[in-house]
């Protein structure tokens, strides 16, 4: 079983929707959390880190739920500029791997 | 800004020749780590390191071994070139901590080997 899973997509929705996704991870003893965003052909950025409380930056936001292993990533008034590619990541308590979902597709329409 | 670089972003070598991919961080980091990425299967580790002269296997190490001699220096050798070899590889940095820092990446190496 994977370490991380996520629906590779596509996605694809028009300008000015919401749209989410799901990511599970399988190791409880996970820690870390953190979607990252990677535009075709580029390196992946980090887009927020996700805390146990939830966390919001501007239009997106990030959830946890420890008790079922999945995080998530809401996105508000979706624009073109955030067609890409979105990776989850998570990291075990005490090592310092990180482990990557192979991506979820985001494609925005005008 | 956090600058993690590459030697190459391109890079063509023939079946059986040795390969060496250097990265350099300038944020003074005690992380450092090499990634492939391959479509379908996302990023896997290759290998990282925590320390100077200091590294662990990650998840597919085979076929690969690295040099870590100065903190802001990171390589990645491949031994003997094969086609299966043929990747993106993703270089990354990051401080330690407990919760874990992000990591930031290199603008990556595209590899053929033919």
């Known amino acids: 079983r994977k370490e991380v899973e996520q629906d590779p997509g596509p996605f694809n929705v028009p300008e000015g929707a919401t749209v989410a996704f799901n990511c599970t991870y399988s190791n409880s003893a996970s820690q870390s959390f953190f979607w990252y965003r990677q535009d075709c052909r580029k390196e992946p950025k980090l887009l927020m880190s996700v805390y146990s409380s939830g966390n919001e930056d501007g239009r997106f936001t990030a959830q946890l739920n420890r008790a079922s292993q999945y995080i998530s990533l809401l996105i508000r008034d979706s624009k073109l500029s955030d067609s890409a590619t979105y990776l989850c990541v998570v990291n075990r308590r005490n090592f310092n791997k990180f482990y990557f979902g192979s991506g979820t597709k985001l494609n925005v329409k005008p | 800004d956090v600058k993690v670089t590459q030697s190459s972003r391109y890079l063509v070598k023939r079946t059986g020749e040795k390969v060496f991919l250097e990265c350099v961080q300038d944020m003074d980091h005690e992380n450092m780590f090499w990634y492939r990425q391959d479509p379908g299967l996302g990023l896997r580790l290759i290998y990282f390191s925590y320390d100077v002269k200091m590294k662990e296997k990650g998840d597919i190490p085979e076929g690969y071994s690295v040099s870590r001699e100065k903190k802001e220096r990171f390589s990645l050798i491949l031994e003997s070139a094969s086609t299966n070899q043929t990747s993106m590889y993703l270089c990354?940095?990051?401080?330690?901590?407990?919760?874990?820092?992000?990591?930031?990446f290199g603008p990556g190496t595209r590899l053929t080997v033919t």
């Open positions: 990354a940095s990051s401080f330690t901590g407990v919760p874990s820092y992000e990591q930031y």
